[in-house]
């Protein structure tokens, strides 16, 4: 049995962005396979498209949340409250693992402070973000909310 936790993290490894190492490791639940999954998600990556706003793994988790439990009735003013309650829950269950919502925060790096190209992924580059454990601990909370089984 694989957690999503770890197939995040095996996404995260091959190369995919955060949030689509998060929507990614949930595709089967969604109805969505691996390659919709990871081409919907791929634009949240690093902040917003590189712009270290909102981490990429927090991006993959809301759109789980839409994905899992959302409203379509523009009308219906509970099921949206309801939905932004869920999403303010498990946002709040990823800031007691990280110390911040945002990409830029969760690097260290200060306002306008802008990265060259991406680094080669080594265990260096592994070893000096928090990216894999903001991966892991998205993965974790929503398989944990919503009593999501392992893969097998």
Known sequence: ?????????????KGFNCSQAVFGAFCDV??????????A???????????REVCGAVCGMTMLVGMLDGYSD?????????VYGT?????ARFLEKQDSLICRE?????????LSEPPVRDEAYYASRPCLSAVRDAAQI???????????
């Open 106 to 114: 969760l690097l260290g790096l200060q306002p306008g402070q802008v």
């Open 87 to 91: 999403e303010k829950q498990l946002t």
């Open 1 to 13: 049995m694989t957690s999503r936790a770890d197939r995040a993290e095996e996404l995260f490894r």
């Open 41 to 51: 998600s791929s634009a949240f990556g690093g902040g917003f498209g590189g712009n």
């Open 142 to 152: 929503v398989q944990e909310h919503y009593g999501i089984a392992d893969l097998d």
């Open 30 to 39: 969604v109805g969505m396979d691996l390659d919709q999954a990871l081409r």
């Open 74 to 82: 523009p009308a219906d003013a509970e099921e949206k409250k309801r």
